[in-house]
């Protein structure tokens, strides 16, 4: 493995860093907008170079975070799925289950859109359409006795509490959805946002969690740090956004 405090050559074959012109500042201000920019403006204190790399290594840290997020998301719908249908014998356990209206209408709407694209719909396509916000708000409050103490106490290799391991799951749900939507993490602590996630896969199944933290490579692109601004600058200083191309 290479050593993860160096830094790599910027691009996917080692070409050299991207050579940013006035002309081509505006043109990124412009197509990313001054809003989605301001944080990493303010991080950089108005250094163009700074910004937009805190920009690209914010985006290679969300893809690796959502790495994560993936095993987890995936991990977790189908031990439940898998420990319900024992218990219950059934894979539409959720047909015998007093769940709120809020759970049944994330299934009905499920079953809605994946109807529109087979026609043979399975219980697995049900697992795979319904959201992780779906997932996390069967461990709530709400189902302590309907669903946590009866059914899924024992189903997790950890010893943790309900509580413990929804609120985990909403933390973890509100990363991810800032990640699905292109948000800025550059406020957030990731180097703890990693370890709390991959604690968490290692809720689910201890094989999980060594087989995500050997292919995973937050710890190499973390490790990473910006590269040095090729000398002459030429594009110090805020500019204005040049019009959108024809």
């Known amino acids: 493995m290479n050593d993860p405090s160096k830094t790599p050559p910027e691009g996917q074959d080692g070409q050299p860093p991207f050579q940013y012109s006035v ?29 937009f790399h805190l920009y690209v290594r914010n985006t290679e840290l969300s893809a690796s975070l959502y790495g994560v997020v993936q095993a987890l998301e995936v991990g977790l719908r189908n031990r439940v799925h898998t420990k319900m249908t024992e218990v219950l014998g059934t894979e539409e356990w959720w047909d015998l289950l007093p769940l709120r209206d809020g759970e049944m209408n994330d299934i009905h709407e499920a079953k809605k859109n994946i109807s529109l694209r087979i026609n043979a719909m399975r219980p697995g396509h049900i697992v ?93 692109v973390y490790a990473r740090r910006i590269p040095k601004e090729p000398k002459p600058a030429q594009h110090r200083g805020l500019e204005e956004p040049l019009p959108l191309e024809n």
Do not use: C
């Open 23 to 51: 002309k081509d500042i505006g043109w990124l201000q412009s197509w990313l907008s001054p809003d989605r920019l301001t944080p990493y403006y303010a991080k950089s204190r108005g250094d163009h170079w700074v910004a």
């Open 128 to 220: 795979a359409e319904l959201g992780f916000g779906s997932w996390v708000k069967m461990f709530a409050n709400s189902y302590e006795k309907q669903l946590w103490v009866p059914h899924l106490t024992h189903r997790f290799p950890a010893k943790i509490s309900r509580k413990v391991l929804h609120d985990r799951l909403a933390s973890i749900k509100e990363l991810r959805n800032r990640i699905a939507h292109h948000e800025t993490l550059i406020k957030r602590n990731v180097e703890q946002d990693y370890a709390q996630l991959i604690e968490t896969v290692g809720w689910l199944s201890p094989t999980l969690r060594r087989w995500v933290e050997h292919h995973n490579d937050f710890p190499e």
